[in-house]
């Protein structure tokens, strides 16, 4: 069964380096998205990304973050010089359409620890 | 704009006793409603997911839920509790518009005790 993979599984970096985060979307999926989860707190809704632009994003992602699908499978998120705060579980989604009914399928999830 | 909320952080049930998960919505907009599981060290799964069909909804493993929108209400039971069924549940919402962004509940904690 097709899935969304995510690597690394955890990442540990010093404040102010810069990280990115990799994810392979199911392959005939067109809207990507990220989502995060400081622990103990709601998954929140980071961005969501079609046909190579941003589609919506919150008012988290501010300019540390970018995404980008640097090839046909790749979706990438980075985050330039990391903070504390942004340490969390970093989850990678895709889903076929941007129809509300339909599924957005997860990652396994990256768990980024900012020292 | 729209919200889930999921009262306690923390549901303990007997193996073969009833599950009763909350869950409820605040949507400005007819919404989708979506219940995922999450087992350790795993990615977030869909269990079931609401779409206006039915208001009775089943999904994987047992689980269903019932739309109710006088309550604004999509609680999720499963009859009788497995060991397997121990993990993190997430309610989300959706709207239906162009927005299509998931907005989710903080979750709660199933255990299951022998």
């Known amino acids: 069964e097709p899935e969304v993979t995510q690597t690394p599984s955890h990442q540990v970096t010093q404040m102010g380096q810069e990280v990115i985060l990799r994810c392979v979307p199911i392959?005939?999926?067109?809207?990507f998205y990220w989502y995060r989860q400081i622990l103990g707190q709601k998954v929140e809704f980071l961005v969501s990304?079609?046909?190579?632009?941003?589609?919506?994003k919150s008012e988290i992602f501010d300019d540390q973050f970018s995404v980008e699908r640097p090839d046909g499978s790749n979706f990438t998120l980075k985050i330039r010089s990391t903070k504390l705060e942004d340490s969390a579980m970093y989850f990678c989604?895709?889903?076929?359409?941007?129809?509300?009914?339909?599924?957005?399928?997860f990652g396994p999830g990256t768990r980024l620890t900012v020292l | 704009a729209q919200s889930v909320t999921q009262l306690g952080s923390h549901v303990s049930v007997s193996e073969g006793a009833l599950v009763l998960l909350r869950c409820n919505y605040s949507?400005?907009?007819?919404?989708?409603l979506f219940w995922y599981v999450q087992y350790p060290n795993q990615g977030l799964q869909l269990l079931l997911k609401?779409?206006?069909?039915?208001?009775l909804v089943k999904g994987i493993n047992g689980f269903e839920a019932e739309f109710k929108k006088s309550e604004t209400s999509f609680h999720l039971t499963k009859p009788s509790a497995h060991m397997s069924d121990a993990a993190e549940y997430f309610c989300?919402?959706?709207?239906?518009?162009?927005?299509?962004?998931?907005?989710f509940g903080k979750g709660i904690t199933l255990s299951v005790r022998p």
């Open positions: 989604a895709s889903s076929e359409d941007r129809a509300g009914y339909n599924e957005q399928f």
């Open positions: 392959s005939n999926h067109l809207y």
């Open positions: 990304f079609y046909n190579n632009e941003i589609s919506e």
């Open positions: 949507s400005s907009v007819p919404p989708y």
């Open positions: 609401y779409t206006s069909a039915a208001t």
């Open positions: 989300a919402v959706r709207g239906t518009g162009a927005n299509s962004k998931l907005t």
